[in-house]
Nanobody, 120 residues
Framework: QVQLVESGGGLVQTGGSLTLSCAASGRTFSNYGWFRQAPGKEREFVAAMSWSGSTTYNADSVKGRFTMSRDGAKNTVYLQMTSLKPEDTAVYYC???????????????WGQGTQVTVSS
């Protein structure tokens, strides 16, 4: 059973940076994604990466600001977030699944989430 544990969230001012980590254990799938969910809103795609790292895709809202990466030796994926805006405030989730996708339903396992709050 694969388990994902996110860390790295917190409170940051507008324009600041944070790096989220997602450590995977157990049987892992091939592809990973980051999603976020703000209060009262649906879960939103942020970034996706194939496990080989050869293919990545970011949502338009975070292009040029967020970068997804991975450390194969540590079974960990990261989301480096820069130039943060108040609208980036949300609970951020990592997920893994058999499909490289922007759709939450395509992912099989999810972490517990980590809160990111950007103050204005």
């Amino acid at each position: 059973q694969v388990q994902l544990v996110e860390s790295g969230g917190g409170l940051v001012q507008t324009g600041g940076s944070l790096t989220l980590s997602c450590a995977a254990s157990g049987r892992t799938f091939s592809n990973y994604g980051w999603f976020r969910q703000a209060p009262g809103k649906e879960r939103e795609f942020v970034a996706a990466m194939s496990w080989s790292g050869s293919t990545t895709y970011n949502a338009d809202s975070v292009k040029g600001r967020f970068t997804m990466s991975r450390d194969g030796a540590k079974n960990t994926v990261y989301l480096q977030m820069t130039s943060l805006k108040p609208e980036d405030t949300a609970v951020y989730y990592c997920a893994t699944g058999s499909y490289y996708s922007t759709v939450p339903a395509d992912y099989d396992r999810w972490g517990q989430g980590t809160q990111v709050t950007v103050s204005s």
